[in-house]
């Protein structure tokens, strides 16, 4: 059958001598859409470095008491375009899969991401997961073309965090 040219409810199949007719399998169609859920007002609405991130985590992030991995979508022009959960886990860990990571970025036609999560133990110091995991997303996000600017972590009060990218640690291409 050619494009264009509409085709019967049912095939005609060959087994043996004997025609038989088979129903055509149904195939789902889907509409993949972001779903804005609300706003969070901020003071810099473009991402200069990663204090700016910080300032805009620590808002967004004031009061949890688990560890939430978020990602901050980012214009070519480091402008904010949204912020996405992508994982809420535990006192002390949350999965984090780099299709969900990058989902919304895709979704939104993001240039840039940055990576963030807190620590609920109020120190922001990376674990070796931590590590382990930005090198895979940094990696993921190459892949895909866009770029992963920074991994922050944000700890108690409401300026401890820790930057990767302003570590050294954030490997950029």
Known sequence: MKYGQTASSEQLTF?????????KQAVPIYRVSLVRESRLHCYHKQIRSSADASTLLHTYLAD??????????????N????????????????????????KPAI???????????NHPSGAPQPSQEDRV??????????LLGISVLD???????????????????LERS
């Open 15 to 23: 087994l043996g001598d004997e025609p038989t007719t088979k129903p």
């Open 107 to 117: 979704l939104s036609n993001a240039a840039a991401i940055i990576l963030a999560h």
């Open 133 to 142: 995991l930005t090198v895979r997303l940094v990696a993921a996000g190459k």
């Open 79 to 102: 402008k904010i375009i949204g912020i996405n959960t992508v994982s809420v886990g535990s006192l002390t860990a949350s999965v984090v899969h780099s299709r969900e990571v990058f």
């Open 64 to 77: 949890v008491d688990r560890e939430h991995f978020v990602v901050l979508m980012l214009d070519q022009k």
């Open 151 to 169: 991994h922050v972590i944000i700890g108690d009060g409401t300026s401890a965090y820790f930057s990767f990218a302003d570590e050294g640690l």
